[in-house]
C-alpha cells in the first residue's frame, strides 16, 4: 500500500529533550516536506526536499533541522524543543516538481512540549 | 510572496444543497498549482482537487469543482450535493512552481453539513 509513515504519533516532551520525528514513503517520490498545523494558521511549511541532499527552509524553519540521505526518509529534528514548537506535525511527499502532482500526506505527529 | 486567503472560518450546508468554499490567491509566478484539501475530525490530509494555472478548463472531480477566476485570483470550490461525510476542515493550497516545492496554505474553512 502507498503511504507515508510518521513516528512517533504523540509525543510529550519536556523543554530542550532533543527529539526525532520519522517520516518514510514508499512511493518513491522525490519530493519531501515538513509541515506544522496550528488553530487558524492552517498548514504552514517548515522544510522541504526536492531531492537527497537537496532540503531547503519553508515559512517557518526557525528551530527545527532536517536530513535527507536516503530518497524514503525525511527525518525532522528539534535540537532543543519549546512550548511554541507544540503543535500538529505533518509530512508529505510528492513526485513531480510541476503539474498535478498533489502531496500525500503522513497521519500526523502530536508534538507538545512541556 | 506567495499567500492564500480563506474568509469563511465556519459554514453551514443543508444537506444535498451545494456548497462553495471560497478562496484568494497571490503570487507574481506566473506558473502555479492550486490544490483542495479536505481534514475530517480523524485528522488526515485528503486530496480533492487539483487546477493549474495555464489550464483552460475548471477541474472537476466527481461532486468537487473548481471555480478558478485567474484575472481574480479565485480558485472556490464547489460541492454539489452535500454529504453528512463532508462536513470537515478544507483547506486551500498554492505551489508557486518557479519556487521549488514551497506550498503555502490557507487558514482553512469548517464546513458543517445539515441533516
Known amino acids: 500500500e502507498a503511504q507515508v509513515t510518521q513516528n512517533p504519533r504523540y509525543l510529550i516532551t519536556v523543554t530542550g529533550k532533543k527529539l526525532t520525528v520519522t517520516c518514510s514513503q514508499n512511493m518513491n517520490h522525490e519530493y519531501m516536506s515538513w509541515y506544522r498545523q496550528d488553530p487558524g494558521l492552517g498548514l504552514r511549511q517548515i522544510y522541504y526536499s526536492m531531492n537527497v541532499e537537496v532540503t531547503d527552509k519553508g515559512d517557518v524553519p526557525e528551530g527545527y533541522k532536517v536530513s535527507r540521505k536516503e530518497k524514503r526518509n525525511f527525518p525532522l529534528i528539534l535540537e532543543s524543543p519549546s512550548p511554541n514548537q507544540t503543535s500538529l506535525y505533518f509530512c508529505a511527499s510528492s513526485w513531480g516538481r510541476q503539474g498535478p502532482y498533489e502531496q500525500y500526506f503522513g497521519p500526523g505527529t502530536r508534538l507538545t512540549v512541556t | 510572496a506567495q499567500k492564500i486567503t480563506q474568509t469563511q472560518p465556519g459554514m453551514f450546508v443543508q444537506e444535498k444543497e451545494a456548497v462553495t468554499l471560497d478562496c484568494t490567491y497571490d503570487t507574481s509566478d506566473p506558473s502555479y498549482g492550486l490544490f483542495w484539501y479536505k481534514q475530517p475530525s480523524s485528522g488526515e490530509m485528503i486530496f480533492l482537487i487539483y487546477?493549474?494555472?495555464?489550464?483552460?478548463q475548471n477541474a472537476t472531480e466527481g461532486r468537487y469543482s473548481l471555480n478558478f477566476q485567474k484575472a481574480r485570483k479565485s480558485a472556490n470550490l464547489v460541492i454539489s450535493a452535500s454529504q453528512l461525510g463532508d462536513s470537515a476542515m478544507y483547506f486551500c493550497?498554492?505551489?508557486?512552481?518557479?519556487?521549488?516545492?514551497?506550498?503555502?496554505f490557507g487558514p482553512g474553512t469548517r464546513l458543517s453539513v445539515l441533516p
Open positions: 487546477q493549474g494555472s495555464y489550464d483552460q
Open positions: 493550497a498554492m505551489r508557486a512552481d518557479n519556487y521549488g516545492q514551497n506550498f503555502v
